[in-house]
């Protein structure tokens, strides 16, 4: 049984609403509750708040701000000062967004409106906020990966490219310890893939070969992407790799693996995805009851 909500993004739905319907994974039936809502952005930027509450996803175009959308709510709205954001992440309590703007790493506090530059940050390559207080982000195109306070700072460098195959380090996620993360490496075939660091030093090891950037979706389970299709597998968090057999469970999505994920998840268990231009675009959200 996979017991999360599943969000489904994009852009032109004309309007909400909400299909039960019942599917099977691994011999167990699940119902689901999806909702179809809209959001602002036309990108495939977008990620949810760790409480599964609200969506933030980019402006209707170049150099709008972010947008801000509850997902009990028909209405979305922008947050000034975010223009151009983009390579969004959330804090840990879902009481700030993280985001990349004219070449800064900037944080913006959702209940003053207050925005903080952190860093240096010339492309959008992603980040992720534990609750330590540390942001892991990639500032460059190409190279590793670097650590700030998330109030701002000098960045450290976290991560090394071990081989000349390995060219960039990029969209970094944090497990649930808060030292451990997922993160994406572009390259050659033999290097290119997802692997698993640790702040606790410059070493990792691959976790998987997908179309992208994968996604970890508490308590267990990574989902990713082959073919255009989204898989669910669980994953070993104390041996650190992949375990069982995957189970589809939404098609018609394929991963950008240079420049932008198009799957995000909540520590609450709800899952977003962008369909691909051919789809039907909406946001639909499903919870999934047990034994219904």
Not at 245 to 252: D, I, K
């Amino acid at each position: 049984m996979l017991p999360w909500s599943i969000v489904a993004v994009a852009v032109l739905a004309a309007f909400a609403t909400v299909v039960a319907y019942r599917w099977h994974a691994s011999a167990e039936q699940t119902g689901e509750l999806r909702l179809q809502i809209v959001t602002a952005g036309s990108s495939d930027d977008l990620t949810l708040s760790p409480d599964g509450r609200q969506l933030v996803s980019s402006g209707a175009n170049n150099g709008d701000p972010l947008s801000l959308r509850p997902l009990d709510s028909e209405v979305a709205k922008p947050l000034p000062g975010t223009e151009s954001g983009g390579a969004t992440f959330w804090s840990p309590d879902s009481k700030s967004v993280g985001f990349v703007a004219h070449e800064k790493l900037k944080r913006i506090d959702l209940a003053t409106g207050a925005v903080q530059t952190l860093a240096d940050a010339p492309v959008e390559r992603g980040a992720s906020w534990n609750r330590e207080g540390t942001i892991l982000f990639a500032p460059g195109g190409n190279g590793p990966l670097y650590r700030i306070p998330a109030t701002g700072g000098q960045p450290v460098q976290v991560t090394r490219l071990r081989t000349p195959q390995e060219a960039s380090q990029r969209y970094p996620q944090f497990l649930p310890d808060g030292h451990h993360f997922l993160f994406w490496i572009v390259g050659s075939p033999d290097a290119e893939g997802e692997s698993v660091g640790s702040l606790d030093n410059q070493e990792h090891q691959r976790v998987c070969v997908a179309d992208g950037p994968v996604t970890f979706v508490p308590p267990d389970h990574l989902f990713l992407v082959r073919e255009s299709v989204v898989y669910a597998q669980r994953f070993d968090l104390d041996q650190m790799k992949l375990t069982g057999e995957p189970v589809a469970v939404a098609s018609g999505v394929s991963e950008d693996r240079i420049y932008r994920r198009r799957v995000a998840a909540s520590d609450t268990g709800i899952f977003a995805f962008r369909p691909d231009v051919s789809v039907k675009r909406q946001v639909i959200a499903q919870e999934n009851r047990p034994g219904q």
